[in-house]
């Protein structure tokens, strides 16, 4: 009986407490966030308009890192068509390697580029054929792969019959070709072909001759419709093809807006688009104050990318290495920027800034095929790399590369070639490059030639300047997988 009394005084009590009026509803009292804010009345005009200012400004620096993968290629889009020409049929080659005259991030002179960007809007379907032993691929405007080309992709290098289909396409689709979807009307083609080994360097003739047996043809045109392919050649020619530092680069994504469908970009980020006055077939009419802010957001948002590329990141993935200072500019993801659970905004918007093309074959462990990046910023002894100063790279023998393995310096803030004299700022497997007798390499940056450097192990740098030194390596081994094989840090030299 005295359990059961007990039982009931104690359910009575929780009872009581559960149903109870809390102790901070007393009279006069009010929830948090009325407190929080203005003590529940509306807030000051000016403060209200300062915080929509405010608002609007941080919209536009997400627009902004968000739609960069896509204001890039539109960069080199319109570069290239108003150097040689829009259509196709117009498939620009640098027919003499690509040097710094061309502005294009991290552009690779040690093999043969052919660039062309398709509208599948305007000519429906499109086939491509594709030569043998081309590394290249296939992205939509938002820089996302629809399919690899070469040893990684269907054709397994030995060239085939690829057919893109515009979004949305409900047509006939034959069969006998590689036949993938774009979410984009806009597609860039990017094929690479590897150039033979000279008597005094590199020979780009073999790959020439292999990126001009491309053909692009409208699939349902007769072969008296198609258009003849062109090949002008892009070498030494000053040239932009860099995404706009202006607010131009509102009004150009507001044309792309314009012309994709709706389902190649999510609602939500339709959303943020939106909150700065960019809807698809409506007008942009930002006003007086509205473009003040979409110019400080272009202006700030690339110091915030490169404030981010700077300071590195807490969890190391970024690092190929633990006792070297090479970076994956990919951070371990995928090629689409997907870490275990969630989308690598950061990293997307640092490998923007200063790269394109992301693909697959980047990302993979493919052996003796596809091609790896370690990326220098940083000596080491952990500063930055300094163009006024010199170093010493020694690459161990042996590279495992398959193909071929080069040396590049880029400049910091948007990946573009160092310009100086030597024009080429690059070295590789095919140059006359003086070896030690075991093989090995040593390589030199500085904006002279070092005393103990021969001149074909030499990169000149820009004085006054910080740099990027990338190594590629091109077919890629085991060796470096396992890292049994592994490039020594920049090393500073008197």
Do not use: C
């Amino acid at each position: 009986m005295t359990r059961n009394l007990a039982y009931l005084a104690a359910a009575t009590a929780l009872t009581a407490a559960l149903f109870a009026t809390p102790s901070f509803a007393q009279e006069g009292a009010a929830p948090p966030l009325v407190e929080q804010i203005n003590k529940g009345k509306w807030l000051d005009k000016a403060e209200a308009d300062s915080l929509i200012d405010e608002l609007y400004y941080q919209r536009a620096v997400h627009a902004y890192m968000t739609m960069l993968p896509a204001l890039n290629v539109i960069g080199m889009r319109d570069g290239s068509e108003a150097a040689f020409g829009k259509g196709y049929n117009v498939l620009p080659i640098w027919k003499d390697r690509m040097d710094a005259r061309a502005w294009v991030p991290t552009p690779n002179a040690d093999v043969i580029y052919s660039m062309n960007y398709l509208d599948l809007k305007e000519t429906g379907p499109l086939v491509i054929a594709a030569p043998p032993n081309v590394i290249g691929m296939f992205t939509d405007f938002f820089q996302r792969t629809i399919t690899d080309v070469g040893a990684i992709g269907p054709d397994e290098a030995r060239g085939g019959l690829y057919l893109l289909l515009p979004p949305g396409y409900d047509g006939e689709v034959p069969k006998g070709y590689y036949t993938f979807t774009s979410s984009t009307y806009n597609v860039f083609l990017f094929f690479r072909t590897v150039m033979g080994k000279g008597d005094n360097g590199p020979d780009p003739k073999p790959a020439v001759a292999n990126a001009e047996r491309t053909r692009i043809y409208p699939l349902f045109a007769t072969e008296k419709d198609a258009r003849p392919m062109e090949f002008p050649n892009g070498s030494g020619k000053r040239i932009n093809m860099m995404y706009p530092v202006d607010n131009s680069y509102w009004t150009k994504l507001k044309a792309f807006v314009d012309y994709e469908p709706v389902s190649a970009i999510t609602p939500e980020l339709r959303g943020v688009l939106a909150s700065i006055g960019i809807v698809k077939g409506q007008p942009f009419e930002p006003s007086a104050k509205e473009k003040e802010l979409l110019k400080k957001a272009v202006e700030t948002a690339p110091r915030m990318i490169m404030a981010l590329r700077q300071s590195g990141r807490s969890d190391k993935r970024n690092f190929y290495y633990t006792d070297r200072q090479y970076e994956n500019v990919w951070a371990g993801a995928t090629a689409e920027w997907f870490q275990e659970s969630y989308l690598d905004v950061n990293q997307r918007a640092g490998f923007f800034q200063v790269a394109y093309s992301s693909a697959p074959a980047m990302a993979m462990h493919t052996l003796d095929s596809g091609s790896k990046y370690p990326t220098a910023v940083r000596d080491a002894d952990g500063d930055f790399l300094d163009g006024g100063k010199a170093y010493k790279l020694h690459l161990p023998p042996n590279p495992p590369a398959k193909l071929f393995w080069a040396v590049t310096a880029y400049n910091v803030t948007d990946g573009t070639m160092v310009e100086t004299p030597q024009l080429l700022p690059s070295i590789n497997a095919f140059n006359k490059v003086k070896a030690n007798g075991d093989g090995s390499v040593d390589l030199y940056f500085g904006p002279s030639k070092p005393a103990d450097a021969d001149g074909n192990n030499w990169i000149q740098t820009a004085p006054n300047r910080n740099f990027i030194a990338t190594l590629r390596l091109y077919g890629t081994g085991t060796e470096f997988y396992d890292q049994t094989w592994k490039p020594d840090d920049l090393v500073k030299v008197n």
